[in-house]
T-cell receptor, first 113, second 114 residues
Framework: ETGVTQTPRHLVMGMTNKKSLKCEQH?????MYWYKQSAKKPLELMFV???????ENNSVPSRFSPECPNSSHLFLHLHTLQPEDSALYLC????????????FGSGTRLTVV | QQQVKQSPQSLIVQKGGISIINCAYE??????FPWYQQFPGKGPALLIA?????SEKKEGRFTISFNKSAKQFSLHIMDSQPGDSATYFC?????????????FGQGTILTVHP
């Protein structure tokens, strides 16, 4: 375990479903991120939260809705997704001002059917 | 201008050989260049990182070479081992710290044959 825990590890959902991805870190980090990893594409930054405030929304469709209730938890709420949204969704955290790099979770493998 | 271009897409090396992965960037404001290693079923893990004020950084068998004028940096894995088989990502960010937007390369799938 890296210190960043993501649940569930795998998720299959229909296009009309609503589901949520959860990320939890107890590293004392104060910045959290959602990345999308698709085959043969660079990791795409989706959202950045710093000190529980959203500071970046990288032109992500509104069917993805993030929530950061506190510095240890990050959610990604999903609704009416498309098959092209199938990917590995990675959560990461870091300490603002530090140079230790991101710590990633193991990801949630999402399949939209 | 925010892109980081990584090559090759895949690399096959014999055990004991040297693996070299290259990255190029355009944004001269980038000042933090990490490399991440990702095994199947896991998230990327920080391997080694460099700032532009040094030309080389070595940690064990892993070395980053940095050429500021050419806007290129590379990862060298000496004495490559089968356990090094993974996907490697270069990345870059502005601000010199781990906070902020990391822009990733497309990744290189490294296979080390025994």
């Amino acid at each position: 375990e890296t210190g960043v825990t993501q649940t569930p590890r795998h998720l299959v959902m229909g296009m009309t479903n609503k589901k949520s991805l959860k990320c939890e870190q107890h590293l004392g980090h104060n910045a959290m991120y959602w990345y999308k990893q698709s085959a043969k594409k660079p990791l795409e930054l989706m959202f950045v939260y710093s000190l529980e405030e959203r500071v970046e929304n990288n032109s992500v469709p509104s069917r993805f809705s993030p929530e950061c209730p506190n510095s240890s938890h990050l959610f990604l709420h999903l609704h009416t997704l498309q098959p092209e949204d199938s990917a590995l969704y990675l959560c990461a955290s870091s300490l603002q001002g530090a140079v230790s790099g991101y710590t990633f979770g193991s990801g949630t493998r999402l399949t939209v059917v | 201008q925010q892109q980081v271009k990584q090559s090759p897409q895949s690399l096959i090396v014999q055990k004991g050989g040297i693996s070299i992965i290259n990255c190029a960037y355009e944004n001269t404001a980038f000042d933090y260049f990490p490399w991440y290693q990702q095994f199947p079923g896991k998230g990327p893990a920080l391997l080694i990182a460099i700032r532009p004020d040094v030309s080389e950084k070595k940690e064990g068998r892993f070395t980053i070479s940095f050429n500021k004028s050419a806007k290129q940096f590379s990862l060298h894995i000496m004495d490559s081992q089968p356990g090094d088989s993974a996907t490697y990502f270069c990345a870059a960010s502005v601000g010199g710290t781990s906070y902020g937007k990391l822009t990733f390369g497309q990744g290189t799938i490294l296979t080390v044959h025994p």
